[in-house]
């Protein structure tokens, strides 16, 4: 079973200058919001697919049984929370 710090740390790896808002109470249900320079001119199926990739082993071995996320570029969450 992954943590909400574990799950973080991955996507944080992964995304070139990323950085991710996770959390979980019951060790398989996650929400997560990921800022990511990555995510700019993509779509956000396009954006979940990209985090999708990197969490699918641990999501196919119930780790992660679901992960509820929203993607932001840098600029896009500046100006949704200033």
């Given at each position: 079973m992954l943590t909400a710090t574990e799950i973080q740390k991955i996507l944080e790896t992964n995304l070139l200058n990323c950085r991710?808002?996770?959390e979980g109470e019951d060790g398989v249900h996650f929400t997560?919001?990921?800022i990511c320079e990555q995510f700019s001119g993509?779509?956000?199926l396009?954006?979940?697919q990209m985090v999708y990739g990197f969490l699918n082993t641990?999501?196919?071995q119930?780790?992660?049984h679901a992960l509820s996320?929203?993607?932001w570029t840098p600029s896009e969450w500046e100006k949704q929370h200033g």
């Open positions: 991710a808002i996770v997560a919001q990921i993509l779509n956000s396009k954006r979940q641990y999501i196919q119930g780790d992660i996320m929203k993607t």
